[in-house]
């Protein structure tokens, strides 16, 4: 399997921009995380789904913030409109919740809103 | 919910002296314990893991321990190398809670040739 797969690697964008992160699991699992990482934060988890279900949504920051997961193979994680404050490295991953509990991270998404 | 807390938040060592990373939880219910390794501009990688019904699990120069008792669990590096140098994580899971792992703030090591 290659893995957790995020795109893009990178964005830089403006300030009041959507931006839209995209995550594919890992075939077979049926939990998915979205992280934000930042010097100051550390890894927060702002949403999590199981079996394409939204369980806990609690650390989304805001309502600029929205996740979904329309299907077992895809995610994305969209802020609109971007601020500043946004910029930090977006990690989404994947586990088979029940079977062990490792987490497989994707290579992230660095975001810059200028 | 969970509470993680781990600790020194940076450690720094002498090539070939041990290194001591330490975390406590709060949730009697977390059944699993995994430490991840995050190198510089890196995704966090399992290093080791060690569940609930285990008290000590060792994997060359690393070694996890855990003391369900007290809720806390330790990570040991022996022996350390320049490329041990990175930021390390603990986390509590409670498996069947669809997996959800809680994060410590993570310990920034640094091994000195």
């Known amino acids: 399997d290659a893995g957790v797969i995020q795109s893009p690697r990178h964005e830089v964008t403006e300030m009041g921009q959507e931006v839209t992160l995209r995550c594919k699991p890992i075939s077979g699992h049926n939990s998915l995380f979205w992280y934000r990482q930042t010097m100051m934060r550390g890894l927060e988890l702002l949403i999590y789904f199981n079996n394409n279900v939204p369980i806990d949504d609690s650390g989304m920051p805001e309502d600029r913030f929205s996740a979904k997961m329309p299907n077992a193979s895809f995610s994305t994680l969209k802020i609109q409109p971007s601020e500043p404050r946004d910029s930090a490295v977006y990690f989404c991953a994947s586990t088979l919740a029940g079977d062990g509990g490792e987490l497989f991270f994707g290579e992230g998404s660095r975001l810059t809103v200028l | 919910g969970e509470n993680v807390e781990q600790h020194p938040s940076t450690l720094s060592v002498q090539e070939g002296d041990s290194a001591v990373i330490k975390c406590t939880y709060s949730d009697s219910a977390s059944n699993y314990f995994p430490w991840y390794k995050q190198e510089l501009g890196k995704r966090p990688q399992l290093i080791i893991d060690?569940?609930?019904?285990?008290g000590e699990k060792k994997d060359q120069r690393i070694a996890v321990t855990l003391n369900k008792t007290a809720k806390h669990f330790s990570l040991h590096i022996t022996e350390t190398q320049p490329e041990d140098s990175a930021v390390y994580f603990c986390a509590a899971t409670f498996n069947t809670n669809a997996g959800k792992s809680t994060f410590g703030d993570g310990t920034t090591l640094t091994v000195k040739p």
């Open positions: 060690i569940r609930s019904n285990v």
